[in-house]
Structures are given as structure tokens and as C-alpha cells.
């Protein structure tokens, strides 16, 4: 079976390039684009169009059209999209195209972040992305790119059986003071088993008031039929969880528990042991079974750790909750290290800018990182599986 992308794509761009159209080399160029992208859709799921493989690894789902900005114009591309796959999927050929637009985008949320002026931005961005771009065109962009990140933080939400949530801090200055702002951030997963972002917050403000009216944010997008939150012990979060979702069970980070539990250790040397017994009552076969573990533990440090015993007596079996799930789901949110990681990423990001000049400022660069990762987790494969 000839692939069109190959000879048929050839004799096409020839005919374009002699053609003498002033258009014909943005044209050819995104001829070329298209042609790279289904050869690598090809070659990503090991068989031919139409082709019946064993070895086949999921199948061509349509396309979806992006603009990307060159130095001949702004290119239109047709990029394959892929289902049923082991690994996501997403053209290399469109890496650098990629980068620039972040780039440009990132610059963009800096002007805001640094204070900088537009015709500084131009120049950033002429350097980034090869792009000869005037400061009226970085102010439509940036007003553009507030338009955007507005409609997917308040976008519609559905039905959501688990909720994670966490909170990281970033430096922003307010009437001359520098003051740590709350970056709330929601991860959820449906029904289809993907995770999203559902939404964040940035906040100075006093925490309980910050997490609640964040919460309520989500239930007033329609975010229902929540099973389970799992979260750390972060402060305002408990009173706030209450009261937007009281009756939903809570799962705390065993992560996070087991680290908590360190500052109770009377000595060094009883460190690793600690941790270890903390572990086989995470990791018991059920929640009967951790119980009568955690019962025992608590006993055997009575003596030589009291405040650790009564710290894990207090504790410890808020972090036990996430053994009503099957075992598959329970692995996967016993904890919020999924999101510890999500917030390295938005880390790597916000310390370039070291200090916001605003609120504002910082949640247009997160909500720009965050898009960008829950787009990333929702056309990629299920997080975990319901059984129907």
C-alpha cells in the first residue's frame, strides 16, 4: 500500500514550489509538517493505515488543528492524533514549534512577572522564537493568553470520584512587603480514569477562608460525586473540607505522614526502624490487618517514645482510609506524590521569575504550566481503571 505522506506528499510540494505563488513556501512548509507528523504516527503505532498488526500499538484518531507562528507566517498544522496507545502521543516535528510558542507565551506572563516593558518582551521573544513581534502584538497576546487561562480555570467540571488537592507557596510582593502567596491546586480523576487539573488559586490570604472558597469554586463548576480526597494536614484545609465536602471520606499523604513522623523520634538511630513499621501498616493486606498492626506499634514504642506513640495513635489512621478502594486504586491515591511532582514542574518554572509583583502575575504563569500538563494527562493513557 503506498503511504500518501511519502510520494504523493513529494509530488505535491515539488508542484508548490515551482508554482511561483507568493504563499508557496509557508505553504510547502506546513505540507512538510503534516507529511513528518502522520510518518511518525506511522512508525509510533507499528503498522500501516488500514494495516491489521499483532504488533500494532493503538489507532489514528482524527486530527486537531494548531496555529504555530514562523518566520514565514503563522502555519496552520493538521496533528494526528492517537488512541488506544501504551505511551502518549505527540509528533517530534513540532517539538521546536512547540517551545517557541511556550516561549513566547512564558515571555509574555515574564512582562507581567518582572514588570518589564513591552518592547522589552518584543526583544525577548524575537530572540526565543525568531520572531520580529511589536509591543502591540505582545499586549494582544498577553490579553489573549489572560482569555484563555480565564476559560479553562472556569471551565465546566462533571463528575469526579476522587480529589486530590495540595498547596505550594510563592513570593509575592504586596504594598511594598514580600509576602508567601498560596498556590492551591485541585487534581481530579473521572470516570474514564484520567487525571485533570480541575483548578487553581492564588492567594494571600488566611487559609481557611483561601481553601474554602476554592473548593466551593469546583462544586460551582459542577464538580460532584466525590468518593475520596486525598490530601495532606495543611493548614485551614481540614475546616474548609468540612464544610464544602463534609461526609466524604479523607485519605492523608502517607507520604507525608511518615516524614511527620520522624520529628517525634527520640534518637537517630531508631529512625529506620520507625519508618519501617509505619510502612507494614501501609501496607497491609487490608484495613483490618493495619489497624492490629498500628495497635501493636503503638504499644511497642509506649515506653521508649511516648510522644511518638501518641502521636501515631493521633494520627496514623487518618492516612488508613484509602483501604476501602480496590488495591490497584488504593496504590495510586494513598498519597499526593503525583502532585508533589506537579508542583516541581510549576517550581522549574516560577524560579526563573524568583519574585511576582503581584497575585495575578503568579497565577498566569501556573495556570499557563498547569494547562499545559492537564492537556498532556487527558489525551494520554487512564491513570487506573474502574470496574464496571
Not at 242 to 250: D, E, Q, R
Request: overall charge positive.
Amino acid at each position: 500500500m503506498t503511504y500518501e505522506g511519502q510520494n504523493t506528499a513529494i509530488e505535491r510540494l515539488t508542484e508548490l514550489l515551482v508554482s511561483g505563488q507568493d504563499d508557496r513556501f509557508s505553504t510547502a512548509l506546513e505540507l512538510l509538517l503534516n507529511t513528518a507528523m502522520l510518518i511518525e504516527q506511522r512508525e509510533h503505532l507499528r503498522a500501516e493505515p488500514y494495516q491489521r498488526s499483532d504488533d500494532r500499538n493503538g489507532h489514528a484518531n482524527g486530527y486537531k488543528e494548531r496555529s504555530l507562528a514562523t518566520r514565514l507566517g503563522e502555519l496552520t498544522v493538521r496533528i494526528p492524533q492517537v488512541r488506544g496507545s501504551e505511551e502518549p502521543f505527540f509528533p517530534k516535528s513540532l517539538d521546536k514549534g512547540l517551545r517557541s510558542e511556550r516561549a513566547l507565551k512564558l515571555a509574555v506572563a515574564e512582562m507581567y512577572v518582572q514588570g518589564v516593558s513591552t518592547r522589552k518582551v518584543a526583544a525577548i521573544t524575537e530572540q526565543l522564537c525568531g520572531l520580529n513581534i511589536t509591543s502591540s502584538q505582545v499586549s494582544r497576546a498577553a490579553a489573549e493568553l489572560d482569555a484563555l487561562l480565564q476559560e479553562w480555570r472556569t471551565r465546566p467540571l462533571t463528575r469526579t470520584p476522587y480529589l486530590l488537592l495540595d498547596a505550594r507557596y510563592e513570593k509575592v510582593r504586596q504594598s511594598g512587603v514580600v509576602r508567601d502567596a498560596a498556590v492551591l491546586v485541585a487534581v481530579g480523576v473521572g470516570l474514564d480514569g484520567k487525571r485533570s487539573v480541575l483548578g487553581c488559586s492564588v492567594a494571600i490570604s488566611e487559609h481557611e477562608t483561601h481553601w474554602r472558597e476554592f473548593l466551593r469554586s469546583l462544586v460551582d463548576r459542577g464538580l460532584s460525586g466525590i468518593e475520596l480526597v486525598t490530601s495532606d494536614a495543611h493548614s485551614g484545609l481540614e475546616a474548609a473540607r468540612k464544610a464544602v465536602f463534609g461526609g466524604v471520606a479523607w485519605q492523608r499523604c502517607q507520604f507525608h505522614l511518615q516524614q511527620n513522623a520522624q520529628a517525634y523520634v527520640p534518637r537517630h538511630d531508631m529512625k529506620a526502624q520507625v519508618a519501617a513499621d509505619i510502612r507494614s501498616v501501609f501496607n497491609a493486606a487490608d484495613r483490618a490487618a493495619a489497624d492490629t498492626l498500628l495497635v501493636e506499634i503503638v504499644r511497642r514504642y509506649r515506653e521508649k517514645a511516648p510522644k511518638l506513640a501518641d502521636w501515631m495513635e493521633a494520627n496514623l489512621a487518618e492516612g488508613l482510609t484509602v483501604f476501602k478502594l480496590t488495591e490497584s486504586h488504593r496504590r495510586l491515591l494513598r498519597t499526593t506524590n503525583g502532585l508533589e511532582r506537579l508542583n516541581k514542574e510549576i517550581r522549574r518554572r516560577t524560579r526563573v521569575a524568583s519574585l511576582f509583583p503581584n497575585e495575578a502575575s503568579c497565577l498566569r504563569l501556573v495556570s499557563a504550566v498547569l494547562m499545559e500538563t492537564s492537556d498532556e494527562w487527558e489525551a494520554g493513557k487512564a491513570y487506573l481503571t474502574f470496574t464496571l
